[in-house]
């Protein structure tokens, strides 16, 4: 990674791109990436240079992510074996260290035996273990001992060189800042580590910063002479380094996920003239006035609940905990038997046929343009695209496909697959099938296309890529996850490729805002995995309801703006306290937080997932979090009183 990197800088592009959108940038890119030379020679000078120059600014940045991805990866595997060698050790020493344990309770029975009735302490020690065996076992307890403070971080220096093999070069080559006072030690400890590395240097400066380090390595980072130990202090900074470019205290430059947070929001003189012009945003942009309307809701709601829980039916508070009786199916039988009936009804078809006839009737295909000559397919084009349609979407491949279909090579559909079945194409032609299927007469008996569910898919990966991880949820094996958005019409309308072990909640924001169709969806529901508190207060200030199936909802936390004691019928199921202080000191930064996601300047899955790692402490973080904590409470209510909610969830 850093090598290719190294080369697009030795070009010294030096491009000013102000002023150009984030999505213009990646469409060119993305074009840049399907030429090959020969066809970007004969394109004129300025459009030639032009397209090359994005597709390698938006490269190194690609370059820099999967650099910093790959040392996360690493120290993360680092830390792991180490902890599974530290339990696999205790496990092989369990048996010699119970039989260590029971002679010294022999010993120890011996010898206050001895004392008690005068005798002489090393007879009656040879007549519980003979003297030799007890110099033997006291050997063998040496070599059983560990340190009291011992852990997996005493058998971290044994893979010191395997962490060598890279770091030099990550510490030399991309430059880190820091985005806080508290961080800058660390830029600090990252710059010594390079001086030493380039000039060949092999002891640690006493002065060396090390307030960054947690207490935890103490034992290990000091020698008996008090001198730093290298070894230990390159791991921990590399260790925190990890940590703080996840959590946000550290930037990278040039890069596109770990940059300075305040960069990915919309400057503040565009946010200041946006709230004079008008935003997109569903929530009043006075805090004052947002938090007065907030509160009367929780309130009432509280009130209510409080007021009519003795009337309400399979809903009772034991313990401090809410009880909820588990709905009955209400589908009458006759109904599934007709359903059955009409399905058996319905003809069989071929899938080509079928293919055909959708694309005829929608017009589809007319999205899949060339990306080159921006040409639609013309009609003998039209049968290689959905033959190479069909070979992708049923997972036959483009070469079976050339088998079963005469007059139609692998070479056609693989051209056809590269210029024609790109990511843009795709999606105005998924919003084209959505869009008509909206419009259907039979599609409202199902719903109105207002509410939707999205849920993650996971696929197993035989090849090594970023987005593949071994997942023990899931079994054995490393997978990537699809996650999948479907309107009540039952249309999916939105899909995106995610980590396995990312939590499906960064996501949701995406394909609500993102999905390009016409579909006008006010209300979403996920899985437990779907949701986080910020979700729900993102959910709310862009205008959408969030209405999640929490698994254990009895467990959660209800919280209340007073004491929780001004609700005695409720007060044992409302635990928690919503922090108005930190939501009025950071009202206007979390609303150019959803003012920039709205506006497409920063995806919402990539600044909920920064969000998410962020320390508890982190202001903006917190407030978002305190937000959703009242959408949360009132949605809880919602749908403990509303069984209509329950049966739409």
């Known amino acids: 990674m850093i090598e290719r990197l190294e080369l697009i800088r030795s ?87 119970n039989e260590k344990i029971v002679h010294y309770v022999d010993i120890g029975a011996a010898l206050i035996r001895a004392r008690s009735e005068n005798l002489d302490p090393f007879k009656v020690l040879e007549t519980v273990m003979p003297w030799n065996k007890l110099v033997k076992s006291v050997e063998e307890a040496k070599k059983l001992a560990r340190p009291v403070s011992y852990d997996y971080i005493d058998l971290l220096e044994s893979k010191y060189n395997q962490l060598r093999r890279y770091t030099p070069i990550l510490v030399k080559y991309l430059k880190f800042n820091s985005t806080n006072t508290a961080s800058r030690p660390l830029i600090e400890a990252i710059n010594i580590l390079n001086d030493i590395n380039e000039n060949g240097k092999r002891k640690v400066p006493d002065d060396a910063p090390t307030e960054f380090i947690s207490n935890r390595w103490n034992k290990c980072l000091y020698e008996k002479d008090g001198s730093i130990n290298r070894h230990y202090y390159e791991i921990a900074t590399l260790t925190e380094l990890k940590n703080r470019i996840r959590s946000g205290d550290v930037s990278v430059e040039g890069s596109k996920n770990f940059k300075d947070f305040d960069e990915y929001l919309v400057p503040r003189e565009d946010w200041d003239i946006s709230k004079r012009t008008g935003t997109r945003l569903a929530v009043n942009l006075e805090a004052k006035e947002y938090l007065s309307e907030r509160i009367d809701s929780l309130n009432s709601m509280l009130k209510w609940f409080a007021k009519n829980l003795d009337k309400l039916e399979g809903v009772t508070i034991d313990n401090s905990k809410i009880h909820i009786d588990r709905l009955e199916k209400d589908t009458p039988p006759e109904a599934i038997q007709l359903s059955q009936r009409l399905y058996k009804m319905m003809p069989r078809i071929k899938l080509p046929d079928l293919l055909l006839e959708v694309s005829k009737r929608t017009g589809f295909d007319r999205n899949f343009v060339h990306a080159s000559t921006g040409n639609i397919a013309k009609c003998e084009e039209r049968t290689i695209l959905m033959a190479t349609l069909m ?140 949701y986080t508190d910020q979700v729900f207060g993102l959910s709310h200030l862009l205008g959408f309801k969030f209405a999640p199936r929490i698994r254990d909802i009895s467990e959660l936390k209800l919280y209340c703006i007073g004491k929780s004691s001004d609700y005695p019928k409720i007060e044992s199921i409302l635990n928690g306290r919503i922090n108005i202080k930190i939501i009025k000191d950071n009202f206007d930064d979390v609303l150019r937080l959803a003012h920039s996601i709205r506006e497409g300047k920063v995806t919402g899955s990539l600044i909920m997932g920064k969000l998410g790692s962020y320390a508890r402490q982190n202001a903006l973080a917190t407030a978002l979090r305190e937000m959703g904590r009242i959408e949360k409470t009132i949605f809880i209510l919602d749908y403990i009183t509303n069984e209509s909610l329950r049966r739409r969830i």
Not at 59 to 82: E, F, G, P, T, V
Not at 421 to 447: C, E, I, P, R
Not at 479 to 493: A, E, I, K, L, N
């Open 11 to 97: 070009l010294g592009l030096g491009l000013n791109i102000e002023g150009v959108h984030p999505n213009r940038i990646r469409q060119l890119s993305r074009l840049g990436s399907k030429y090959e030379p020969f066809l970007l020679r004969r394109f004129e000078e300025q459009k030639r240079y032009a397209i090359l120059a994005l597709y390698l600014y938006e490269l190194s940045q690609n370059l820099i992510d999967k650099a910093i991805k790959i040392h996360d990866r690493q120290i993360n595997i680092l830390l792991s074996k180490r902890r599974k060698e530290q339990e696999e050790l205790q496990k092989q020493n369990d048996k010699s260290l």
């Open 391 to 530: 070979a992708m979407g049923t997972n036959i491949g483009l070469s079976k496909m050339s088998d079963s279909t005469p007059g139609i090579s692998y070479r056609q559909m693989a051209n056809s697959a590269q210029w024609r079945l790109y990511d843009d194409a795709m999606k105005k032609a998924q919003a084209t099938l959505v869009n008509y299927h909206h419009k259907l007469f039979l599609s409202a008996f199902w719903g109105y296309g207002s509410t939707s569910s999205s849920d993650g898919m996971r696929v197993q990966v035989g090849v090594s890529s970023l987005h593949a991880d071994a997942n023990p949820h899931y079994g054995t094996g490393k997978g990537t996850t699809m996650y999948r958005f479907v309107s009540d019409q039952f249309s999916t309308f939105y899909t995106k490729v995610i980590n396995t072990n990312a939590r499906d909640a960064v996501h949701v924001i995406d394909g609500l805002l993102y999905h390009e169709t016409d579909l006008n969806i006010e209300e979403h529901y996920t899985d437990t995995a779907g």
